[in-house]
């Protein structure tokens, strides 16, 4: 992707770390505008880079303000995207507009591996990607993270997808788009909350080296489409499929009832899981989150040593 240096304003650890070929990680920037309550999200965000830093990567969480997109926030400005009102969602039909209009976006997963790839990126942690909605072949309503990781080339490491969506046709869709799809440390699809989907997977890992050298020769080989590595909670954090199951089905009946779509949708399951379980599911999602980004930290460095 063609890069614009005048309008990407990068963090200097970040614009550093680029030069020296330092390791890098990249987070989204959604999970703190859309995801966590105020002021929890700024305390997560500011853990996340944290975790990023002790594991041997530099943070470059991804945002636009003020029309300018950010390469690696300060603490100031994680502070005011996550008190600011009105900050969009940023995916790839949303970019152009959001900064020629000079609004705030947060980026989500779609968006944050686009300007990671724009930045020279190649790691990119979050919670889970979005997928094939539940009732798709009715409404269509498949996210663009999916297109997104079948033509960026940016390792994404996620607890796998949101559970509240249509797991098993997620899985088809990606395979049928060519996104190579790792187990770490896992032989099943990670359902978010839960470690096990019950979906099994072709490929399993067990260290950060061995993603870097697929990663490596993914790239030799011309491929252009992402990586996905499908990180399960930590065990001691997940809450059961047989359990949470139960609530998504309340909590979709609900959406059904209230007329809720598009991208009201997910904010919507995700607020009245969050009220089902009386909080439960946002600590796992915390817990899920910072899980991913130490493994993310630890795919960074080792793809910097393979000098990808």
């Known amino acids: ?27 989204e920037s959604t999970i703190i505008s859309h995801g966590v ?10 853990r996340l880079q944290e975790i990023a830093l002790d594991h041997g990567a530099v943070p470059a969480t991804i945002a636009i303000i003020k029309g300018k997109l950010h390469i690696g926030l300060t603490p100031r400005e994680i502070e ?36 990671a790839d724009m ?78 989907s019950g979906i099994r997977l072709y490929h399993k890992v067990t260290s950060a080296a061995q993603i870097a050298k697929i990663y490596k020769t993914h790239l030799k080989l011309g491929f252009n489409s992402g990586i996905l590595v ?10 059961p499929s047989s359990e949470i199951g139960k609530i998504i089905n309340i909590a979709v009946k609900e959406s059904k009832k209230h007329l809720v779509a598009k991208k009201d949708l997910t904010p919507f399951l995700l607020s009245k899981i969050l009220e089902l379980t009386k909080g439960r599911s946002l600590a796992s999602n915390l817990k899920l989150v910072e899980n991913n980004v130490m493994i993310g930290a630890q795919i960074a460095v080792q793809i ?3 000098k990808v």
């Open 1 to 27: 992707m063609k890069r614009n240096s005048t309008i990407i304003h990068y963090h200097p650890s970040v614009a550093k770390a680029l030069k020296t070929k330092k390791p890098i990680l990249a987070l």
């Open 37 to 46: 309550p105020y002021p929890n999200n700024v305390k997560m965000a500011l």
């Open 80 to 115: 005011y995207l996550a008190k600011t009102k009105g900050v969009l969602k940023v995916s790839r039909p949303d970019f152009a507009t959001c900064m020629a209009l000079d609004l705030d976006g947060a980026t989500t997963v779609a968006g944050t591996m686009i300007a």
């Open 119 to 196: 930045a020279n990126i190649k790691v990119f942690a979050t919670g889970g990607i979005g997928g094939v909605h539940r009732g798709a072949e009715d409404s269509f309503d498949i996210s663009a993270d999916l297109t997104e990781l079948s033509q960026t080339p940016v390792v994404v490491v996620s607890a796998g997808a949101k559970a509240i969506l249509d797991l098993p046709k997620t899985i088809e869709y990606l395979e049928t788009q060519g996104v190579p799809i790792i187990g770490y440390n896992t032989e099943e699809f990670p359902a978010f909350y839960s470690r096990s």
């Open 230 to 239: 499908a990180n399960p909670i930590p065990a001691k954090y997940e809450i």
């Open 304 to 306: 910097a040593k393979e």
